[in-house]
């Protein structure tokens, strides 16, 4: 069983950074793909980033240069960097994982985590 747990939210600046982890208290994360997907009020969840147990990259057109996802096998965790953050950024970030990034990419993952909350103030 993966039993995922994001940290590191919290309220910053326009074009500050934060960085969120996701790490797993069960099964390793190593032969898994990981992505973060974001949902903001009123709106639909929306992929941001996902690695592949291979540590292949993906990320969303709206993030692309700002955002860095990373893994990290020997601590069972995945972080997503967030540079230059920008007010539109703001949402609620779930960390998911899945045996195939294309379930992670399309929000129909197996596993999730609970959210952290990502607030960027103008």
């Known amino acids: 069983q993966v039993q995922l747990v994001e940290s590191g939210g919290g309220l910053v600046q326009a074009g500050g950074s934060l960085r969120l982890s996701c790490a797993s208290s069960?099964?390793?994360?190593?032969?898994?793909?990981v992505g973060w997907l974001r949902q903001a009020p009123g709106k639909e969840r929306e992929f941001v980033a996902g690695?592949?147990?291979?540590?292949?990259?993906t990320y969303a057109d709206s993030v692309k240069g700002r955002f860095t996802i990373s893994r990290d096998n020997a601590k069972n965790t995945v972080y997503l960097q967030m540079n230059s953050l920008k007010p539109d950024d703001t949402a609620v970030y779930y960390c998911?994982?899945?045996?195939?990034?294309?379930?992670?990419?399309?929000?129909?993952?197996?596993?999730w985590g609970q959210g952290t909350q990502v607030t960027v103030s103008s």
């Open positions: 998911a994982a899945d045996t195939t990034i294309r379930s992670v990419i399309t929000g129909t993952s197996d596993y």
């Open positions: 069960g099964r390793t994360l190593s032969s898994y793909a």
């Open positions: 690695i592949t147990w291979k540590g292949i990259t």
